[in-house]
């Protein structure tokens, strides 16, 4: 089956508005080649990550996404649309860096499995390691092994943003608490949540495909009874009252869902929010003290950042 490869040539900042154009025209595959998280890994001693050298060559300073899709008789509008799109994220006060969108045919074994080999066992924290279904991996000691299978939508290694989530949830998750994760994705926070011994994990996504892997991931690791997938727009679809709310999305996102935080964060709940880059931390922050959080610690890994925050009855500014 011959496939169309759409690539656009961005910023680390825009990735996740330019994923999210190519997912509302129907993506069939998503990946990301992000040369600065490349970097990061191969400065790492502990990474366990392949890297394809050929990634290292790549002239290019900014951020490659391409996105796979069937050949169809509406492509060509699809196409127009992705460009229109991307011409418009400056909107957003985003840098979409060059913004160029181009195409290529390729075939159907090119892409459905070779990405696989990017994808090894990556241990993060203290005692989590990530491992991809298809990888052989024995346990060590105290470890907890979260297995996942991402589909086809991932990046070229684990990114900083999940693993500074990863581990704050290390840090702050105790036996029995109750887990709220906005923007799941593949559910690897959700799944790290409720193998550190939260007792209930509710993850939310918008998108039906990352619930849809969440719930397939979440069986594979034998954590259903501890974690229930809702299809909905961030708090929308959760009343219940929660000891930690997780969410690794972008900050814009962030600084709308911050305002219905005290209506499913308890007095002394934690906040681990992520995916902020840093030239936005102050309006995460000012957003946090403008609706009761204190902020407790600001994590930086790379040009990302990971702002741990406690809400507290009665400091509500808004």
């Given at each position: 089956m011959k496939w169309i490869e759409v690539m656009i040539k961005t910023t680390t900042e825009a990735v996740e508005v330019v994923s999210n154009i190519l997912y509302e025209v129907g993506?069939?595959?998503l990946v990301i080649e992000d040369p600065n998280d490349i970097i990061m890994q191969t400065k790492s001693e502990t990474d366990w990550d392949y890297i394809d050298?050929?990634?290292?060559?790549?002239?290019?300073?900014?951020?490659?996404?391409?996105?796979?899709?069937p050949q169809s008789e509406d492509l060509i509008d699809k196409i127009e649309l992705i460009r229109q799109n991307v011409e418009k994220i400056p909107q957003y006060n985003l840098d979409k860096g060059l913004g160029e969108v181009t195409t290529s045919?390729?075939?159907?074994?090119?892409?459905?499995?070779?990405?696989?080999?990017?994808?090894?066992?990556?241990?993060?924290?203290?005692r989590i390691v990530i491992k991809p279904t298809w990888e052989n991996y024995i346990k060590q000691d105290n470890e907890i092994?979260?297995?996942?299978d991402p589909g086809m939508a991932f990046g070229t290694g684990t990114h900083e943003t999940t693993i500074m989530c990863l581990r704050q949830l290390e840090k702050y998750v105790k036996q029995g608490d109750v887990i709220i994760d906005v923007g799941c994705g593949t559910g690897i926070?959700?799944?790290?949540?409720?193998?550190?011994?939260?007792?209930?994990?509710?993850?939310?996504?918008?998108?039906?495909d990352s619930v849809r892997v969440s719930n397939e991931n979440i069986v594979i690791n034998k954590v259903e009874n501890e974690v229930e997938v809702r299809h909905g727009d961030l708090l929308?679809?959760?009343?219940?009252?929660?000891?930690?709310v997780v969410s690794n999305i972008i900050a814009e996102i962030i600084v709308i869902l911050v305002n219905d935080i005290s209506k499913v964060l308890?007095?002394?709940?934690?906040?681990?929010?992520?995916?902020?880059?840093?030239?936005?931390i102050d309006?995460?922050?000012?957003s946090l003290r403008e609706n009761g959080l204190e902020v407790l610690d600001v994590i930086i890994d790379g040009e990302w950042a990971c702002i741990v925050s406690v809400f507290k009855e009665g400091n509500n500014n808004a």
């Open positions: 993506v069939g595959g050298p050929e990634l290292l060559k790549n002239d290019f300073e900014g951020v490659i996404v391409k996105g796979y899709f045919e390729v075939n159907d074994e090119d892409w459905t499995q070779t990405w696989k080999k990017y994808y090894k066992p990556k241990k993060i924290g203290e092994i979260i297995e996942i926070l959700s799944i790290g949540a409720a193998k550190l011994d939260a007792k209930k994990v509710i993850a939310v996504d918008l998108d039906e929308e679809v959760v009343t219940e009252k929660s000891d930690i308890k007095n002394d709940g934690i906040f681990i929010s992520s995916g902020i880059i840093i030239e936005k309006m995460v922050k000012n």
